[in-house]
């Protein structure tokens, strides 16, 4: 590392500050909003910081609108974002988690293929799967749709799943070939002279020293699939199986925005991907670099 | 402990054949190397041998049982890599336990043969930690562990030594030397260290473009060899190569000066050839010698000097055990061991 002047390293520091302040600036009005009433809100709309503070949002949707508290008396009617909040965010557990899992599964195995199968055709298979990912979604939509009534698939958490591991398997490919090219043969084919058969010594050895680039990947599955807003709006109408961010758009209607509880779900529906973020840390860092240079 | 056939084998990648039908008899408990430049096809050869590569043509046999289908697993064969192929994630009594226990061998035997593997290899103080805790000439230790753990059918090893330092490499390969004596499976190690084959092999497979120039025993491919590659190819220096013409019962060389020819040959006058004779055939003899060498440089290494120059105008190099005081540019008198010399010819290289 060259040593860098004082001055260098103070303006260094300062522009990484101000790149962080610029990403977390948003975050600052959400924690606000979901920490006061609509009606504190609507009072004085340019205060910086709210009048009085409560958690009665939280309440709210955590409670699935029974408890109402102070600040929603005499509200009669509550969305169905509201109500079916709890089930929502296990929904969405549900579905990130299970979209993880296949889509890590499948990648894996996919780039096994491409990686250690000399065949003519795998090639191919990875052009077909970068191509795929040049289609913008909302295109897909419509075909998409009528696909999943004629698999009887509409309103259904499988349904979401199935679609989001197709949507994400090819970025989880892209991700993981690389990685699986870089590592060495030799383990390998040692494994199968130990004993291994080929899927074996893939199972045993190539698997488990790859935790840092499944784990990067796999956060960035889960995230992506975590914020996923089209594909369940477009799969599920009934709020049984709604998702988080089908929650929060559900939120703003034309007669009426519930901005503070719009806030308080995105705070809670934050705190998975980050707190994964923060377990996964050190392979995410690795992860993110390993393939990039030898050794 | 078995012995490994090779007939007429041949490996294609696309349409080039870079082996092109070998055959190789190896018997059980000998200790074969493969040697040759790079790309000779000797890494190859012994993939197929390990079942890593597929055979395109002939077939290979282990005990008489042909083996081409058979998966590398089933093959009972271990291979000791270049790269040592330690699995990183494993210490190193679980590395050496690895194919123990995808055998279901029972775990307290397991443990007895890890436990008699790293005495024999001194690695008992290191069982429980993980290659990257472990020196070289170390994980060289448990990869050659690995394999005699599972006291296979036959041992191949790829390179072992290319990887360690020239000082570490010549203990280990005392230590494999002494590891085969004891243990007395058959071995096939590829090597592109000529000193490595001669040390330690009782046969030497060379090989070159995907075929084989010569089997034999290291004496004889040094004494004997059947062409001017494995001549050159076998000892340190290089034999000396010079060119010229058969004239009657002399060698002429191109500026007219003469060598005696070996009894015994006698040829088509002006018969190209090249009159080969190893650095330390030569005698530096008082008055007059059968030719004079000019001396360029000279370098003592302490057992021996090594001189170089030219006769003829051709260049040499010679050893000598005396220590010598020459200076360059001095003329020598010199006489070679007629019966050490061989003559090659010069079109095909072949021994005359």
Redesign the interface.
């Known amino acids: 590392m060259n040593r860098m002047t004082w001055r260098y390293r103070i303006f260094m520091n300062l522009a990484n500050v101000l790149v962080i302040c610029f990403l977390i600036l948003p975050l600052v009005p959400v924690v606000l909003g979901a920490l006061q009433s609509e009606r504190t809100l609507h009072e004085d709309v340019w205060a910086l910081l709210p009048a009085e503070y409560t958690l009665d949002n939280f309440r709210l949707i955590l409670s699935g609108g029974e408890n109402k508290g102070e600040a929603f008396q005499g509200i009669d009617y509550l969305p169905n974002s509201v109500t079916w909040f709890r089930n929502a965010f296990l929904n969405s557990v549900l579905v990130a988690g299970s979209v993880t899992v296949l889509t890590l599964v499948l990648a894996t195995l996919t780039a096994l293929t491409v990686t250690r199968l000399k065949l003519n055709w795998t090639g191919y298979l990875m052009n077909a799967t970068v191509v795929s990912r040049m289609v913008p979604l909302i295109v897909l939509m419509l075909p998409l749709f009528v696909v999943m009534r004629n698999l009887g698939l509409l309103n259904s958490l499988s349904g979401i799943i199935m679609t989001e591991v197709g949507l994400l398997l090819p970025y989880a490919i892209i991700i993981l070939v690389p990685y699986f090219q870089a590592f060495?043969k030799?383990?390998e084919?040692?494994?199968?002279?130990?004993?291994?058969?080929r899927f074996?010594a893939y199972v045993r050895?190539v698997v488990?020293?790859s935790t840092p680039a499944l784990a990067a990947c796999g956060v960035i599955i889960f995230i992506i699939s975590w914020h996923e807003l089209l594909i369940p709006l477009i799969i599920a109408s009934k709020p049984e199986f709604m998702t988080l961010p089908v929650v929060l758009a559900g939120l703003v209607s034309d007669q009426f925005v519930f901005f503070t509880v719009m806030m308080a779900i995105c705070l809670i529906g934050l705190a998975p991907t980050l707190l994964l973020v923060l377990l996964l840390q050190k392979y995410l860092v690795k992860g993110l670099t390993a393939g990039a240079v030898k050794g | 402990m078995a012995n490994v056939s090779v007939e007429n084998l041949k490996k294609n990648y696309g349409t080039v054949e870079v082996i092109h039908g070998i055959d190789i008899d190896i018997q059980n408990g000998e200790f074969v190397a493969l040697v040759g430049p790079s790309g000779c096809g000797k890494s190859t050869l012994l993939r197929m041998i390990a079942g890593l590569e597929d055979v395109t043509g002939g077939t290979v046999s282990i005990d008489n049982d042909v083996i081409n289908d058979i998966a590398p697993r089933d093959r009972d064969i271990a291979m000791v890599f270049q790269s040592y192929a330690l699995y990183p994630h494993m210490t190193v009594a679980q590395n050496m336990g690895f194919a123990l226990k995808l055998a279901k061998v029972p775990a307290d035997e397991t443990e007895a043969r890890i436990r008699e593997a790293a005495a024999t290899l001194n690695l008992t103080d290191y069982l429980e930690r993980y290659p990257r805790e472990l020196s070289g000439g170390q994980r060289q230790r448990v990869a050659m562990g690995r394999a005699i753990v599972r006291s296979p059918k036959v041992f191949l090893f790829d390179e072992p030594l290319s990887n360690l330092d020239a000082k570490l490499r010549v203990r280990m390969r005392t230590e494999i030397k002494s590891l085969h004596q004891r243990l007395g499976a058959t071995s096939i190690y590829v090597t592109h260290d000529q000193i490595e084959a001669m040390t330690m092999a009782d046969r030497i497979v060379v090989m070159r473009g995907g075929n084989i120039e010569q089997i034999g025993s290291p004496l004889e491919l040094y004494d004997a060899p059947v062409n001017e590659f494995v001549a050159t190819f076998i000892g340190s220096p290089s034999i000396n190569l010079l060119e010229g013409t058969i004239n009657g019962a002399v060698f002429e060389l191109s500026d007219g000066s003469t060598l005696p020819l070996p009894a015994g040959v006698t040829g088509p006058d002006g018969r190209a050839v090249k009159y080969g004779i190893r650095p330390e055939h030569f005698e530096i003899v008082q008055g007059e010698g059968m030719t004079v060498m000019k001396v360029d440089v000279v370098e003592p290494t302490g057992n021996e000097t090594i001189l170089s120059g030219t006769i003829g105008g051709q260049e040499v190099q010679i050893t000598q055990q005396e220590r010598l005081n020459l200076r360059p540019g001095q003329e020598i008198p010199v006489s070679l061991r007629l019966t050490a010399v061989h003559l090659f010819d010069a079109l095909t290289g072949q021994r005359i």
């Open positions: 060495p030799e383990l084919e040692s494994a199968r002279l130990d004993g291994c058969s074996g050895i488990p020293l």
